[in-house]
């Protein structure tokens, strides 16, 4: 189990950026390679946790399972909200767990995501996620730590977005005339 304060921002890239010769510029390597992801949120029939600016959330990457609970968050330059996380040994039984206690998938989304870091540099984690709503950078460490990154990629706070995929998605789908679903890949 993983508990600590998230502190992050993500970056929608432009078309034509090739955000890859960035990284590699500034000193950023391959950590962990590409792999898909599948999130399901969880709340209560009443939107229980959404009111409270709380999340559930179960994952399936590489073959494991993670439950994650995020709890209110500050808004300032960056997002920063506390973060418990540990993976689970069965994604069927934690369904069915997360039943019994009255909560239910509210919203699935998709991505593949890629993470790099820089050498010996432990201070954040850069994450290259592709998305059916278009590509996005996640920044997450201390904010001195963001701000520095972000401008050696050619970005600025200007540039940063705080909302979370599903408000992203929701975005998306009101500026496109789509209504909103799950924020899945089309096979």
């Keep these: ?22 990284l590699n510029r500034a000193g950023f390597t391959l950590s962990v390679p590409r792999q898909f992801e ?6 209560s029939p009443d939107r229980r946790l959404r009111q409270a ?7 399936e990457v590489g073959g494991k399972f993670v439950l994650t609970w995020k709890g209110p968050g500050e808004q300032s330059k960056y997002k ?5 996380e540990t993976t689970v040994g069965s994604l069927d039984v934690l369904h069915k767990i997360l039943g019994q206690l009255g909560f239910e998938p509210v919203f699935r989304y998709e991505k593949y995501r890629r993470e790099f870091a820089q050498g010996n540099n432990s ?20 904010g001195d730590w963001i701000d520095e990154t972000a401008s050696r990629l050619g970005f600025s706070p200007e ?24 924020m899945v890949f089309t096979s």
């Design 1 to 22: 189990m993983t508990s600590a304060t998230e502190t992050e921002v993500k970056i929608p890239l432009p078309e034509g950026v090739d955000i890859l010769e960035c």
């Design 38 to 43: 599948s999130n399901t949120i969880y709340d």
């Design 53 to 59: 600016e709380m999340i559930v959330r179960l994952r």
């Design 80 to 84: 920063s909200r506390p973060e418990l």
């Design 123 to 142: 201070h954040g984690v850069v994450t290259l996620d592709e998305t059916p709503i278009g590509d996005f950078l996640e920044l997450e460490g201390p």
């Design 159 to 182: 540039n940063y977005s705080l909302e979370s995929y599903g408000r992203l998605y929701q975005n998306y789908c009101e500026r496109n005339g789509v209504k909103a679903q799950n």
